[in-house]
């Protein structure tokens, strides 16, 4: 094997593994909301107590506010002021919605829901949501420009933050995430942008890598496919 195939394959192993990183974590994510929720319900309600809910389920007092703290975050960019309880109508519509919002945020924002103002987390979740939320490919290489002067030791948290954010920034980061742009064209570019974008660019280089998965990681895509082949729109097949 040269040494061109050695690179290729090094990358494509790290793609599977990142890839599958990605996947669990935004489920794990999704699944912390989805317990915040209940958790929230429980609190407010009061017929069962925290410490008798807890000590039921085996979960530890500062996970379960952590994840609380993280699903009133998840609230905030849904736009939900009041949100559905337990058994109301759109309870389960609701917990659909926020593994949407998991999908689209980062693990640290999600896990320690919203980090305490002037910390470092602080800064770097509001640096790393500005990558995530950024309009055009322009914007986001701001922020990893950014990040990389941290990673280098040429920049602290505080001046990589002081460089790109401020609260315009963060207002403009939390208002795309509560209306993400699924599809656009970059109006200098004139090049798509958007999730759906990214999505593909993805799952193309999935598929150069599909030999490398194994019989039950295909089993599965291959039901997430069927899915999507089954959501698509009626009049896609007239744009291509």
């Not at 007092?61 to 109301?88: E, F």
């Not at 656009?184 to 660019?201: A, H, Q, R, W």
Request: aromatic share 8%.
């Amino acid at each position: 094997m040269n040494q061109n195939d050695i690179a290729k394959n090094t990358l494509a192993e790290l793609s599977n593994y990142v890839n599958a990183a990605r996947r669990d974590l935004t489920s794990a994510c999704a699944n912390a909301l989805k317990a915040g929720a209940y958790l929230h319900f429980i609190h407010a309600d009061g017929r069962i107590t925290m410490t008798d809910a807890l000590d039921t389920i085996g979960l530890n007092k500062s996970t379960a506010y952590r994840w609380m703290n993280a699903y009133h975050t998840a609230c905030k960019v849904l736009g939900v002021d009041n949100p559905p309880t337990y058994k109301d109508r759109g309870w389960a519509e609701h917990l659909d919605s926020l593994g949407t919002v998991a999908a689209n945020m980062t693990l640290s924002r999600l896990s320690l829901g919203a980090p305490a103002p002037g910390t470092d987390l602080a800064r770097l979740d509001a640096i790393q949501t500005g990558m995530e939320t950024a309009a055009n490919e322009k914007e986001e290489a701001i922020f990893q420009n950014a990040m990389e002067k941290v990673a280098s030791g040429e920049w602290s948290l505080l001046q990589a933050y002081r460089a790109v954010c401020g609260q315009a920034a963060q207002d403009k980061a939390t208002e795309r995430r509560k209306n993400p742009q699924y599809l656009g064209i970059d109006p200098k570019t004139k090049k798509p942008v958007g999730l759906l974008v990214s999505t593909i660019s993805t799952l193309k280089q999935g598929f150069k890598n599909w030999d490398l998965f194994g019989g039950e990681e295909k089993r599965v895509f291959a039901g997430m496919w069927r899915d999507v082949e089954n959501a698509k729109p009626d009049d896609l097949e007239q744009y291509l």
